[in-house]
């Protein structure tokens, strides 16, 4: 009997296993990359002003996001102290409560081996363990979307009240994550279900009873909303509702545009490098006609990647909900594929992670701020190992998707154990910190890096023209730092106001270059 047959053992080595991956580093990285900054900095703001309904951010109000992933980085910054550790640590708690939920429910639709295995390549899926590391609002909407719908298909086939209402509470909360998107994407993705099982019927409609399911999800997340809109005067609304939804979704917004098939592309990258599996439609598509899982696990798949094709503006990080219910159908179709072309697969995966090390390579090299680290590169030849080991124990049932599996977990602990540190050590904050005196005057002029905010665990003052600088410069006589990007400025304003420029360092992965300037 293979160990995942027996329920209480694989939920344990599931539990381990995603929680030593998502929460693998958290604590050796500083919070840099512009949203981690803003949603932590965000979360200690409330805290220490004990507001529960104005997300602020240096001061500012901070209309992007809701407040649910606001609300656990308070709770967990008042256990821990403020910290990156504590900024992340619900991000993979999250994330480990979605792999166990897809194993939980799914198995009883598809049995413990493709349930299992679903949620272990989950697991070691690359771009879904980065984003439960970090400290922003998708792993927790990923977490409540997937309750979501696993409550929905649970109510549908087995028509008990308790998962009617697991349901829509689920999806009221997946608002507070991260707005309506919540209700869209699962109600989109029942309305494609009941159409592709022809049961898109007013008797099942009736039994779903979206009209009173949807009043009590709005219960559950209009209340903040109403709140916030109250304590800022409508400005809260009119941020996050307008601008952060629908200007989204109908425009491009900082620059993250593309065209259409932008959103597939993401998808196909971000599924690596099992996404070969998916390629074999005659099983995908004979498998789904077989089992009313796989055809709603396709169907929310389908909407949610449709959606984010339409929408103006495209990112990475939008898609990440499909994959539990991507990795379901993977997990059947990589046990459904015929031994020859699992070979042809294997060696496409092998193909792919033999290249990814070469690219990784000229991605450091070409990089002028971590060229020097491009030693690191070598780290990506253990997904290849992996494929090796694989392609030589392809007849073997599981020996060939272990070693893939885990070749790939692996490249994950050591990606933040020993790869990301390295690399967060060049990173204008971490570098440029140590130049602060304590309890030395800071200002920032225009833009600035939003991680200083978080690593000053203070507001920064926030200039914006040359009159308020002359101004700040005159107030303060006995000096401070100005903390600046590069701009067409900088050089007028160190002539002009006789600024010695202390450190210049350009940010990581980015093209501005952050100024430290004293005066």
Same mark, same amino acid.
């Given at each position: 009997m293979q160990f995942f047959e027996n329920r209480g053992l694989s939920v344990l080595i599931l539990f381990i296993v995603s929680f030593l991956c998502f929460s693998s580093g958290i604590n050796l990285t500083d919070i840099y990359f512009l949203d981690e900054a803003k949603n932590a900095v965000a979360g200690r703001e409330m805290?220490?002003?004990?507001?529960?309904?104005?997300?602020? #951010?240096?001061?500012?109000?901070? %209309?992007? !996001?809701?407040? *649910?992933?606001?609300?656990?980085?308070? =709770? &967990?910054?008042?256990? /821990?102290?403020?910290?990156?550790?504590?900024?992340?640590?619900?991000?993979?708690?999250?994330?480990?409560?979605?792999?166990?939920?897809?194993?939980? #429910?799914?198995?009883?639709?598809? %049995?413990? !081996?493709?349930? *299992?295995?679903?949620?272990?390549?989950? =697991? &070691?899926?690359?771009? /879904?363990?980065?984003?439960?590391?970090?400290?922003?609002?998708?792993?927790?909407?990923?977490?409540?979307?997937?309750?979501?719908?696993?409550?929905?298909?649970?109510?549908?086939?087995?028509?008990?009240?308790?998962?009617?209402?697991?349901?829509?509470?689920?999806?009221?909360?997946?608002?507070?994550?991260?707005?309506?998107?919540?209700?869209?994407?699962?109600?989109?993705?029942?309305?494609?279900?009941?159409l592709l099982n022809n049961d898109f019927k007013w008797k099942t409609i009736m039994r779903i009873n979206p009209f009173l399911g949807i009043f009590i999800s709005l219960l559950i997340c209009i209340p903040w909303f109403w709140v916030a809109h109250n304590q800022t005067k409508g400005a809260f609304t009119e941020l996050f509702f307008f601008r952060h939804n629908i200007e989204r979704f109908t425009g491009e917004m900082e620059g993250h545009g593309g065209l259409f098939l932008l959103t597939l592309v993401f998808v196909i990258l971000g599924l690596l490098p099992y996404v070969f599996f998916l390629f074999n439609y005659r099983v995908l598509r004979d498998e789904i006609k077989k089992n009313v899982f796989l055809l709603f696990s396709f169907s929310i798949s389908v909407a949610i990647i449709m959606f984010f094709m339409f929408s103006g503006t495209k990112l990475p990080n939008y898609t990440v909900p499909s994959y539990p219910w991507l990795y379901i159908l993977i997990s059947v179709c990589i046990f459904k594929t015929s031994k020859k072309l699992r070979k042809q697969y294997l060696i496409a995966i092998l193909v792919f992670t033999i290249l990814l090390p070469i690219a990784v390579f000229i991605g450091i090299k070409a990089d002028k701020v971590i060229y020097d680290l491009e030693f690191l590169s070598i780290f990506f030849l253990i997904p290849t190992l992996g494929s090796v080991y694989a392609l030589f124990n392809r007849n073997s049932e599981f020996k060939w998707i272990y070693g893939v599996a885990f070749s790939w977990i692996t490249m994950g602990l050591v990606l933040y154990y020993i790869i990301f540190p390295k690399v967060d050590a060049y990173n204008p904050v971490a570098k440029t910190y140590s130049l602060f005196k304590q309890n030395e005057t800071i200002v920032g002029y225009q833009l600035f890096n939003s991680a200083y905010v978080f690593k000053f665990k203070k507001v920064i003052p926030v200039i914006q023209n040359e009159q308020e600088l002359k101004s700040f410069i005159e107030k303060n006589p006995k000096g401070g730092k100005i903390i600046t990007r590069f701009n067409d400025e900088t050089k007028k304003l160190k002539e002009k106001f006789q600024l010695k420029e202390v450190a210049k360092e350009k940010d990581l992965f980015e093209n501005p270059t952050t100024y430290i300037l004293e005066f």
């Open positions: 805290l220490g002003r004990s507001s529960l309904f104005v997300p602020t #951010f240096n001061g500012v109000l901070r %209309g992007d !996001k809701p407040p *649910f992933h606001y609300f656990m980085m308070m =709770i &967990s910054y008042s256990v /821990f102290g403020v910290s990156p550790f504590s900024a992340r640590i619900f991000s993979a708690v999250f994330g480990m409560m979605t792999v166990l939920c897809l194993y939980l #429910f799914s198995r009883k639709y598809i %049995g413990n !081996k493709y349930a *299992f295995f679903s949620s272990l390549l989950l =697991i &070691s899926s690359l771009h /879904f363990t980065i984003q439960m590391h970090w400290s922003v609002p998708d792993p927790y909407f990923v977490f409540f979307t997937t309750l979501s719908g696993l409550s929905f298909i649970h109510f549908y086939t087995e028509n008990k009240r308790i998962w009617w209402w697991m349901f829509y509470i689920s999806l009221g909360i997946s608002v507070l994550c991260k707005g309506p998107a919540g209700i869209i994407l699962i109600g989109f993705g029942i309305f494609v279900f009941l």
